[in-house]
């Protein structure tokens, strides 16, 4: 005994003679170690950014208005302003503005620059999808081989997402992406803070795990309301988890003191915890509270209020019927499948819904909100990993189903219709953040049955977890040897739906209209390219102009504001004063192609007034005419011209 003491003895000797370096060393070693391990997230975020590119460089320099006066607001960040709100309303934080503001500090402000910004933004919902998908993994006790499959194929869907979502992620909206970021993490953290709390972790663990939170929520109430649904999400999911640990009380309560007192010690070290949240929620709403303060807490009304209310014809439950039917027959399915409305073929008779995507998405989604409400009367293990694998995706999905029809603003549904025509889908975009799980559930259980978890050591197989039952099942048997090609069949026809998914999202980005992808269907007919518009411009020395906000802000965004475009009443209030007032300005308008004599013109002639007209092909069917008086400016107030300016009040049509 004491010689084998004596042998082990100086290798605690040994560790405490390495020098800084070598542990340096080991410790860079590791973190290499772990890294390898990971490379197929690495493998995933290079294809998601390659993939990004792609449709950035492929439909650039195509910008529509309500992304150029973000990266118009990212340019007056650069030169000393310090917004808080997007402009002209007092929700949707300026966080996207200030990343943009970042890349424009290096690279410059341009349309390609702006989509590079939003690229590397959006990678993080592929690793926050990667990371999530961990902790969903270990709340199935899935095994090692399984759960590499799980991550990688709803890593992969993350990086390669429905092109309509796809094309969401890369516009400058204002904060839809990074609310989407925020839901995300939201939902993980949520997710880990009550794996670890059923576990015992330590109060100072549990402490900066509600912090983490509190930021996150304050974060994104500045940024986006859209965080309402992973909110009601969490509230949900931590109502759920309180009620699950809840009875254990009771049912253990005659087990002994012991188990009893353990059991309400972790439950205490929760809730001691929790006020935590506070000061973080505070440090993320910071921004908020300050504008507030300065604006009569005009923000926090508006978030209370819900918003500006749509009227529609009609009772409440009409109006809510008519949202629901919307949202189930065209705006999830959109959403799910990928399909864009300004795509040349989409019209109110022919919506072009229907996709490879949304029949394999759709059919994921119903066979985990099938296995959910099996589960409870047939607790069979491979329901219960899958019903564990997609609860919480399903209860986003089912807040966000809720919220959404539920919201006044939904009413705008009604009236745009099945077509082109697209007002609301930006809403239901967070979707997307938990999409990937449902495909890769269902593949996972499919390929590898109910050998995906582990009978030992799984809260799905032997002990309770904080969101399922604590039913144990027996290990099934191992049967005969199938015949090889029976062994085979299942993974092939799964490769094959993985290829069929997977080249069908590639064709669509492949395939997408080059004008019409990330125009706005509010302004199709608005030009993808505004180089010849702007050095005609330039070439006639017009510094100033009006028009329509769709295409006055692109103009303005990239000329870096050489050359002011606005709206007679703008969102920023200051341009369209130094455009009015300015010595002269110029006109330019939105025409049929075979209008030969426009409305301007023929007021033009009818005052006798000398003009210059200039028409720029924007798409099939449609110019963009630049009216130059060089005697006069045209006034908006006039009589004789208002009829024929109405364009220029946020309107596209002729």
């Not at 929520?217 to 009601?232: E, F, H, Q, S």
């Not at 009367?377 to 491979?382: D, E, N």
Request: aromatic share 10%.
């Amino acid at each position: 005994m004491l010689s084998a003491g004596s042998e082990i003895a100086p290798a605690p000797q040994q560790t405490w003679s390495r020098s800084p370096g070598q542990q340096t060393l080991t410790r860079l070693q590791e973190k290499g170690r772990s890294l390898a391990r990971n490379w197929p997230l690495w493998l995933c975020l290079a294809l998601a950014l390659a993939v990004r590119l792609f449709l950035a460089i492929r439909h650039n320099p195509v910008i529509e208005g309500d992304e150029a006066l973000t990266g118009i607001q990212a340019e007056n960040i650069l030169r000393g302003e310090w917004p808080i709100y997007y402009y002209g309303q007092a929700y949707m934080g300026s966080l996207e503005a200030y990343i943009l503001a970042l890349f424009f500090a290096v690279a410059g402000p341009s349309v390609l620059v702006l989509r590079i910004a939003m690229s590397c933004t959006s990678l993080l919902l592929v690793w926050l999808t990667w990371r999530c998908g961990e902790a969903l993994a270990c709340e199935a006790g899935l095994r090692a081989g399984p759960r590499r499959l799980f991550l990688i194929v709803a890593t992969a869907i993350a990086a390669l997402p429905p092109l309509y979502d796809a094309v969401l992620e890369l516009r400058s909206y204002g904060g839809y992406t990074e609310a989407m970021i925020v839901m995300l993490w939201l939902l993980w953290a949520t997710l880990r803070l009550t794996q670890r709390w059923h576990q015992g972790a330590s109060r100072r663990e549990l402490a900066w795990r509600w912090a983490g939170i509190g930021l996150l929520v304050g974060l994104g109430l500045w940024i986006d309301p859209l965080i309402a649904y992973a909110l009601a999400t969490m509230a949900l999911w931590l109502a759920g988890f309180l009620w699950q640990e809840w009875p254990r009380q009771h049912k253990q309560s005659g087990e002994g003191g012991q188990s009893k007192s353990s059991q309400w010690t972790r439950l205490k070290a929760g809730f001691f915890a929790a006020p935590a949240a506070l000061p973080s929620l505070l440090l993320g709403l910071g921004p908020a509270l300050i504008y507030g303060a300065q604006h009569s807490w005009e923000n926090f009304l508006y978030m209370l209020h819900g918003g500006h209310p749509i009227a529609a014809p009609g009772s409440r439950l009409h109006i809510l019927r008519e949202v629901v039917t919307f949202y189930a027959r065209c705006i999830a399915p959109r959403v799910i499948g990928g399909t864009l409305p300004t795509e040349p073929y989409v019209t109110q008779n022919h919506p072009a819904i229907l996709t490879p995507g949304l029949v394999i998405n759709g059919l994921a989604m119903m066979l985990a909100a099938g296995a959910l409400l099996l589960s409870w009367i047939w607790p069979r293990p491979i329901l219960l990993c899958l019903r564990r694998l997609t609860v919480l995706p399903l209860l986003f999905a089912l807040c966000l189903t809720l919220i959404y029809c539920l919201d006044p603003l939904a009413v705008a549904s009604v009236y745009s219709g099945c077509g082109p025509w697209d007002l609301t889908g930006r809403y239901v975009v967070p979707l997307v953040i938990v999409l990937p799980f449902f495909l890769a559930a269902a593949v996972t259980l499919c390929w590898y049955g109910s050998a995906a978890t582990d009978g030992e050591t799984s809260a799905v197989w032997s002990a309770p977890s904080p969101a399922g039952q604590g039913t144990t099942w027996p290990r099934p048997k191992p049967s005969k040897q199938p015949v090889v090609w029976r062994s085979l069949l299942r993974p092939t026809l799964l490769v094959l739906l993985l290829l069929c998914y997977f080249s069908t999202q590639f064709s669509a980005y492949a395939m997408a209209n080059t004008h019409n992808t990330f125009e706005t269907s509010g302004c199709v007919q608005a030009p993808g390219d505004y180089t010849p518009i702007i050095t005609y411009l330039r070439q006639q020395h017009i510094s100033y102009a009006l028009a329509t906000a769709w295409v006055g802000n692109p103009i303005t965004f990239v000329t870096n504001q050489q050359i002011l475009v606005t709206e007679p009443r703008a969102r920023v209030p200051a341009y369209s004063q130094k455009v009015l007032h300015a010595a002269h300005y110029a006109l330019l308008l939105l025409v049929h192609q075979d209008q030969s004599t426009p409305a301007i013109v023929q007021a033009l002639q009818h005052k006798h007034w000398r003009y210059t007209l200039k028409r720029f092909p924007t798409m099939p069917g449609w110019e963009l005419m630049v009216v130059i008086t060089p005697d006069h400016n045209i006034s908006p107030a006039d009589p004789a011209f208002r009829p024929a300016l109405t364009q220029i009040y946020n309107r596209c049509d002729a």
